[in-house]
């Protein structure tokens, strides 16, 4: 796993998550086809699936102008903004999808929102107020002496550059800027060069404007001037697109009173705003509106060792008896919502390899309450948020070497698959479709359980806890060691990649609603063979939909469960811990190579053998050929490297299609001979690395110790009381719905926490102090709102 903590440097860092629900009371409200986007200022960042008339009807018994979304997001935001927008389409095919409405949020305003479930208003959209971007100006107030003696003033203004601006219809923008003087009665206007395709154009103009004239000046102009008309002019600066042979497009606009100039220059980026008519619409229909839950973050990174004391203790969670007193336990356990504490917990935990043990310990600590063997893991516990979370993280190269090539091939050349009789279309043939959903069915299914050797290490060692604890606390049932890694990896893993698939970047864009009805069913069919023990005549008949039940009749063959069960063996197989239920070692892999052999043949050519490899749990062996004793066999815990060679790098031109073996001889420091092997194996990935920000991680889990602090507060007070008063307590209390397994141990971990969180506390304060005291205002880092008063 790849390091990346900060360093020395102070590091502002925003994440934005939440869940964009539905709408309702949409305008235009008849069948349509709609979809949500989210932008940052202009830059759309997110969009939704296209939730289609003809699926709405079955969307939660709701009506047709009120689209389920049901979608979630996490991002992170690299770049300052103004704005967080939602935006309600409604979807054209043959022209431009129309904006139905907005949903816009001050950047300042999202902490009022954060982690709460909110309808907003639908706002009209309206292109004067759609900005984004900020511009370099610098200003000046010069006093003129002329040829008779008199002063006069006059206006400088430099228009450096702009950055951020937004893309037009997808590209760079052609952005030109008018600069005014602007009173009560002038309005002097120049006009700079129009910049072809860049969003951040580079202007270097200067422009001059005659603020006052001299009390000499006599000649009639347009312009009747006078002295104090200085309070009352301002100087604007508005971007535009150059449309070339169609209307020019607004960008944005900034003011800035003449009268804060004095005799100063002034130099400064400000932000463009919308033009103040810009949100005002001759509408007045109601547009509908948006539920939405947004939970906007800003972290404040200081340099490393600042975070030591509160990382050791983070880390040192899994060796804490019981575990329930740790200090990763209790942080999730006072965070209202579980998932604000698992992601950067379970990344803190992977990036300094303790996510493993912890995994095990939260995860017998779940199966105490679990009474029956059929619901293992089944819950939204501490555990089960872990792994979901682990295998996000580490199984993204593992579900794209695994399925990507058959969702492509789904999507691309989709078959109907509808075997529903009241969702059938006019001439569909269920035989037909039930043979095409079992084509694809068969092929995922084919996919997966070839895929063990590609599963990452941690995902595997995880997968060999989970096992080995369903197994020790329902020792009778032989079948829970599988559903304990079934219910992961079936359930959350596969079958939830196969629905969402551009949730896990296995495909671009949403795929449309009969494709994504198609992977619905191929869901649906994964869980049910993954899950172990499923295809019984007793399992079949508690099917909700009839046409699921007969589909899965065509399933009853003893191969797809020794499938599975293979499979599960394979992923939940670790040589380096000997399980004593496991008696014989897991052929991972087996067939035929060319070996190259040490040296060469007498007439200096390299000299490649066919042999058959044959690779297991505990050991890499090659033979002769099939069903021969090994010639050679390597334990797994002696192969230092494995990795991914073309056929190219032995400069052989081989005229078979199998992969190529190569054996190196190396040393290590002790002198002791080893081998390393490098094995062409085929495509088979190695673990990926992820980079994972510790410091980062650790600076969010202190934010959520200081948001949660009067709940850490009440559970030190409540541990201190059930210390001293051991007898049954009279009333629930504030803390009743904590785990507190041993008071004496988590008061201890309680008062380390609220030790380390109020010293961090103070180095966050001083860091704030000195970031106040150095910030200049007006910077590229710390811009000017556009209006200045």
């Given at each position: 796993m790849a390091a990346q903590d900060g360093g020395d440097a102070v590091r502002v860092l925003q994440n934005l998550r939440g869940k964009i629900y539905d709408a309702k009371h949409l305008v235009p409200n008849?069948?349509?086809?709609?979809?949500?986007?989210?932008?940052?200022?202009?830059?759309?960042?997110?969009?939704?699936?296209?939730?289609?008339?003809?699926?709405?009807?079955?969307?939660?018994?709701?009506?047709?102008?009120?689209?389920?979304?049901?979608?979630?997001?996490?991002?992170?935001?690299?770049?300052?903004?103004?704005?967080?927008?939602?935006?309600?389409?409604?979807?054209?095919?043959?022209?431009?999808?129309?904006?139905?409405?907005?949903?816009?949020?001050?950047?300042?305003?999202?902490?009022?929102?954060?982690?709460?479930?909110?309808?907003?208003?639908?706002?009209?959209?309206?292109?004067?107020?759609?900005?984004?971007?900020?511009?370099?100006?610098?200003?000046?107030?010069?006093?003129?002496?002329?040829?008779?003696?008199?002063?006069?003033?006059?206006?400088?203004?430099?228009?450096?550059?702009?950055?951020?601006?937004?893309?037009?219809?997808?590209?760079?923008?052609?952005?030109?800027?008018?600069?005014?003087?602007?009173?009560?009665?002038?309005?002097?206007?120049?006009?700079?060069?129009?910049?072809?395709?860049?969003?951040?154009?580079?202007?270097?103009?200067?422009?001059?404007?005659?603020?006052?004239?001299?009390?000499?000046?006599?000649?009639?102009?347009?312009?009747?001037?006078?002295?104090?008309?200085?309070?009352?002019?301002?100087?604007?600066?508005?971007?535009?697109?150059?449309?070339?042979?169609?209307?020019?497009?607004?960008?944005g606009e900034i003011k800035v009173p003449v009268k804060v100039l004095r005799n100063d220059s002034f130099q400064a980026w400000y932000l463009l705003q919308p033009r103040e008519n810009g949100n005002k619409s001759s509408k007045t229909d109601d547009l509908g509106s948006l539920r939405l839950n947004i939970c906007y973050t800003e972290d404040c990174v200081l340099p490393s060792e600042y975070y030591t004391s509160l990382r050791n203790l983070l880390l040192k969670s899994s060796d804490v008896q019981p575990v329930s007193a740790s200090a990763a336990y209790i942080l999730c356990e006072v965070c209202r919502d579980k998932y604000d504490a698992v992601l950067p917990l379970v990344r803190l935990l992977l990036h300094h390899h303790k996510l493993v043990p912890f995994v095990a310990a939260v995860a017998e600590l779940d199966l105490k309450d679990t009474q029956e063997a059929n619901t293992i893991f089944r819950g939204n516990s501490l555990a089960t948020r872990c792994v979901d979370e682990m295998m996000k993280i580490v199984g993204k190269h593992y579900l794209k070497v695994t399925l990507k090539p058959v969702i492509d091939e789904i999507c691309e050349s989709p078959k109907p698959c509808e075997i529903d009789p009241i969702k059938l279309k006019e001439g569909d043939n269920v035989e037909t479709n039930m043979e095409n959903l079992r084509y694809y069915v068969d092929k995922v299914f084919r996919e997966i359980v070839r895929s063990s050797i590609s599963c990452p290490t941690l995902m595997c060692d995880v997968f060999y806890s989970l096992r080995h604890l369903a197994a020790k606390r329902?020792?009778?049932?032989?079948?829970?060691?599988?559903?304990?890694?079934?219910?992961?990896?079936?359930?959350?893993?596969?079958?939830?990649?196969?629905?969402?698939?551009?949730?896990?970047?296995?495909?671009?864009?949403?795929?449309?609603?009969?494709?994504?009805?198609?992977?619905?069913?191929?869901?649906?069919?994964?869980?049910?063979?993954?899950?172990?023990?499923?295809?019984?005549?007793?399992?079949?008949?508690?099917?909700?939909?009839?046409?699921?039940?007969?589909?899965?009749?065509?399933?009853?063959?003893?191969?797809?469960?020794?499938?599975?069960?293979?499979?599960?063996?394979?992923?939940?197989?670790?040589?380096?811990?000997?399980?004593?239920?496991?008696?014989?070692?897991?052929?991972?892999?087996?067939?035929?190579?060319?070996?190259?052999?040490?040296?060469?043949?007498?007439?200096?050519?390299?000299?490649?053998?066919?042999?058959?490899?044959?690779?297991?749990?505990?050991?890499?062996?090659?033979?002769?050929?099939?069903?021969?004793?090994?010639?050679?066999?390597?334990?797994?815990?002696?192969?230092?490297?494995?990795?991914?060679?073309?056929?190219?790098?032995?400069?052989?031109?081989?005229?078979?299609?199998?992969?190529?073996?190569?054996?190196?001889?190396?040393?290590?420091?002790?002198?002791?001979?080893?081998?390393?092997?490098?094995?062409?194996?085929?495509?088979?990935?190695?673990?990926?690395?992820?980079?994972?920000?510790?410091?980062?991680?650790?600076?969010?889990?202190?934010?959520?110790?200081?948001i949660n602090m009067s709940k850490l507060q009440k559970l030190e007070e409540a541990c201190g009381s059930i210390a001293v008063y051991q007898g049954p307590q009279k009333e629930p209390d504030d803390y009743s719905n904590f785990t507190i397994e041993d008071s004496v141990a988590t008061f201890h971990t309680l008062k380390q926490i609220i030790d380390t969180v109020e010293k961090l506390n103070e180095s966050h304060e001083k860091y704030q102090k000195k970031r106040s005291s150095n910030a200049k205002y007006g910077t590229e880092e710390n811009p000017i709102i556009g209006k200045v008063s």
């Open positions: 008849k069948m349509r086809d709609f979809f949500c986007t989210i932008n940052l200022d202009q830059e759309e960042v997110f969009r939704t699936q296209v939730v289609e008339k003809s699926l709405r009807s079955e969307s939660l018994s709701i009506g047709p102008d009120s689209p389920y979304f049901g979608e979630e997001f996490y991002f992170e935001i690299p770049r300052t903004f103004q704005w967080l927008s939602f935006y309600i389409y409604d979807k054209s095919v043959l022209q431009k999808d129309l904006r139905i409405g907005k949903v816009a949020i001050k950047k300042e305003d999202l902490c009022n929102y954060t982690g709460k479930e909110n309808w907003f208003t639908l706002q009209p959209v309206d292109s004067n107020s759609e900005v984004q971007g900020k511009v370099h100006l610098e200003l000046k107030l010069n006093e003129l002496i002329t040829d008779n003696g008199s002063v006069c003033q006059q206006l400088v203004v430099h228009i450096k550059e702009c950055h951020g601006l937004p893309l037009i219809n997808g590209q760079n923008c052609d952005p030109y800027a008018t600069v005014s003087l602007v009173g009560p009665s002038r309005n002097d206007q120049k006009k700079t060069k129009v910049k072809k395709k860049t969003s951040n154009p580079q202007f270097n103009e200067t422009f001059y404007f005659e603020v006052t004239r001299s009390s000499s000046y006599t000649k009639k102009s347009q312009f009747q001037v006078e002295e104090e008309d200085i309070e009352k002019l301002e100087v604007r600066v508005d971007l535009w697109n150059n449309g070339n042979l169609v209307q020019d497009v607004f960008l329902f020792p009778n049932d032989p079948h829970v060691q599988y559903s304990a890694v079934s219910s992961f990896v079936f359930l959350r893993f596969f079958a939830v990649a196969v629905v969402s698939p551009h949730t896990f970047h296995l495909r671009p864009h949403h795929p449309d609603a009969q494709t994504s009805r198609t992977l619905t069913l191929i869901s649906k069919a994964i869980q049910t063979l993954g899950s172990w023990g499923s295809l019984t005549k007793s399992k079949l008949s508690s099917f909700k939909e009839t046409f699921m039940c007969e589909f899965f009749k065509t399933f009853q063959e003893e191969k797809f469960t020794e499938s599975v069960k293979k499979f599960l063996d394979d992923v939940s197989s670790t040589e380096s811990k000997e399980p004593s239920g496991l008696s014989e070692p897991v052929h991972l892999k087996e067939g035929e190579m060319y070996k190259r052999a040490q040296g060469r043949t007498r007439i200096g050519k390299k000299n490649f053998k066919k042999r058959w490899f044959c690779l297991t749990s505990r050991e890499f062996t090659y033979h002769k050929q099939q069903d021969k004793e090994p010639i050679f066999t390597i334990p797994i815990k002696n192969i230092l490297a494995v990795e991914k060679l073309d056929e190219s790098s032995f400069n052989k031109k081989n005229p078979h299609s199998g992969p190529v073996a190569h054996s190196v001889l190396t040393s290590i420091q002790n002198s002791e001979a080893v081998m390393k092997y490098s094995c062409y194996l085929g495509d088979v990935p190695a673990d990926t690395q992820i980079e994972v920000d510790g410091d980062r991680e650790t600076e969010r889990i202190y934010s959520l110790f200081t």
